[in-house]
């Protein structure tokens, strides 16, 4: 069975802070994607990440997948309350043939206080 | 943009009673999920769709059953609702043409089962 663990599973820090988040996994991924998941709505895409050692940036928001397709991790630059949300890791697992049946990730809880 | 629409944000029934969780997407796409959301535990699939009337178990599927008439179209069916079944339910589309095409949810049901 394939899993992806995510690291930490809650993180409350302050406005301007710098953060990172986990996602490991002993399994081979096609690709990967990140998603966040604001209170009272469903996750939403921030970015998919294919190549093994690929550097994705999206404003604050730096997004690496790891040379071997096993990792992924979510870089924060000077966080902001805005930032604040569940961030999920999503798996496009070998073998789960052409659909895209994604393994989500244990997810982790940010809070960034004012 | 898309939309997947659930048509209940709670709901609360009885163990035993049949609950059907509706939901609908107006972007024409072909691959439809039901996903159910636990504190630590991330996204565990249900069920998806790839079509009209076809249907495949995720990982998690005893206890659930699907239907899939209309493509726009992709309900939940709990034949016999068990206080386990206590979750956030989400519904989730995308275009079938990639393997990692990004998914577009609901803003989820939240059922409670008593």
């Known amino acids: 069975t394939q899993l992806l663990e995510q690291s930490p599973q809650f993180l409350s820090i302050q406005e301007g802070e710098n953060l990172t988040v986990y996602c490991n996994s002993s399994?081979?991924?096609?690709?990967l994607q990140w998603y966040r998941q604001e209170p009272g709505e469903g996750p939403v895409l921030l970015v998919t990440?294919?190549?093994?050692?690929e550097v994705k940036k999206l404003k604050r928001l730096t997004f690496q997948f790891g040379d071997a397709r096993k990792d992924s991790s979510l870089h924060i630059t000077a966080a902001q309350p805005g930032d604040t949300g569940l961030y999920l890791c999503?798996?496009?697992?070998?073998?789960?043939?052409?659909?895209?049946?994604?393994?989500f990730g244990t997810g982790t809880l940010l809070a960034v206080q004012p | 943009d898309v939309k997947v629409t659930q048509s209940s944000r709670y709901l609360v029934k009885r163990t035993g009673e049949k609950v059907f969780l509706e939901c609908v997407q107006d972007?024409?796409?072909?691959?439809m999920f039901w996903y159910r959301q636990d504190p630590g535990l991330g996204l565990r699939l249900i069920y998806f769709?790839?079509?009209?009337?076809?249907?495949e178990k995720g990982d998690i599927p005893e206890g659930y059953s699907v239907s899939r008439e209309k493509k726009e179209r992709f309900s939940l069916i709990l034949e016999s609702a068990s206080t386990n079944q206590t979750s956030m339910y989400l519904c989730?589309?995308?275009?079938?043409?990639?393997?990692?095409?990004?998914?577009?949810f609901g803003n989820g049901t939240r059922l409670t089962v008593t």
């Open positions: 999503a798996g496009d697992g070998s073998g789960r043939g052409a659909t895209n049946k994604l393994i």
């Open positions: 989730a589309s995308s275009p079938g043409a990639y393997y990692n095409s990004p998914l577009h």
């Open positions: 399994s081979v991924f096609s690709s």
């Open positions: 769709s790839y079509d009209v009337k076809m249907k």
């Open positions: 990440v294919v190549t093994g050692g």
């Open positions: 972007m024409d796409h072909e691959n």
